[in-house]
T-cell receptor, first 114, second 113 residues
Framework: KAGVTQTPRYLIKTRGQQVTLSCSPISGHRSVSWYQQTPGQGLQFLFEYFSETQRNKGNFPGRFSGRQFSNSRSEMNVSTLELGDSALYLC?????????????FGPGTRLLVL | AQSVTQLDSHVSVSEGTPVLLRCNYSSSYSPSLFWYVQHPNKGLQLLLKYTSAATLVKGINGFEAEFKKSETSFHLTKPSAHMSDAAEYFCVVIGNQGGKLIFGQGTELSVKP
């Protein structure tokens, strides 16, 4: 089985722009979660989608949004980019999240905001 | 609320010596706990997980962790370090809403020849 894939792998944007990141989960996985990793804040949960619905949301401003399609692929959008949005954005998928399922991570998209 | 604390930000060992990476958790109920590893410029790879079955959990690459409820700990160990073990290790607990992993701050493991 192919693992979680994320595109693009690297991205450079300037302040004020917007960006869309894509995540394709492992085949059969219906839950997709997004995380932001920065040196200062570590790994922080952004949001989780299951069956095209956002189930959980972390403490990020409304500039961060996402969606999930019927094939479970997910996109994350960040509008009005700020320098502090520079980070590694990780996507993880799992079968069904019931507190016991394991999340498998993609390689991440490294975003640099100039 | 669930949380994890990794007690060391950096651990350095010599190749062939034991590895101990410490993690304490806080949870209002029986937690699901994980250890993930992240090699430079790579994503997160699951090492092992505890989900209330056996308290001693064996993972990949010779790692294991023991869940100790009395100490609220889930330390990661390996009998003999390899150079390829040099990476950052994260202790993780599932949040009470599911779908949300709560990460420790990470422990960077260095392995000296």
């Amino acid at each position: 089985k192919a693992g979680v894939t994320q595109t693009p792998r690297y991205l450079i944007k300037t302040r004020g722009q917007q960006v869309t990141l894509s995540c394709s989960p492992i085949s059969g996985h219906r839950s997709v979660s997004w995380y932001q990793q920065t040196p200062g804040q570590g790994l922080q949960f952004l949001f989780e989608y299951f069956s095209e619905t956002q189930r959980n949301k972390g403490n990020f401003p409304g500039r961060f949004s996402g969606r999930q399609f019927s094939n479970s692929r997910s996109e994350m959008n960040v509008s009005t980019l700020e320098l502090g949005d520079s980070a590694l954005y990780l996507c993880a998928s799992s079968l069904v999240l019931a507190g016991k399922e394991t999340q498998y991570f993609g390689p991440g998209t490294r975003l640099l905001v100039l | 609320a669930q949380s994890v604390t990794q007690l060391d930000s950096h651990v350095s060992v010599s190749e062939g010596t034991p590895v101990l990476l410490r993690c304490n958790y806080s949870s209002s109920y029986s937690p699901s706990l994980f250890w993930y590893v992240q090699h430079p410029n790579k994503g997160l790879q699951l090492l092992l997980k505890y989900t209330s079955a056996a308290t001693l959990v064996k993972g990949i690459n010779g790692f294991e962790a023991e869940f100790k409820k009395s100490e609220t700990s889930f330390h990661l160990t390996k009998p003999s370090a390899h150079m390829s073990d040099a990476a950052e290790y994260f202790c993780v607990v599932i949040g009470n809403q599911g779908g949300k992993l709560i990460f420790g701050q990470g422990t960077e493991l260095s392995v000296k020849p």
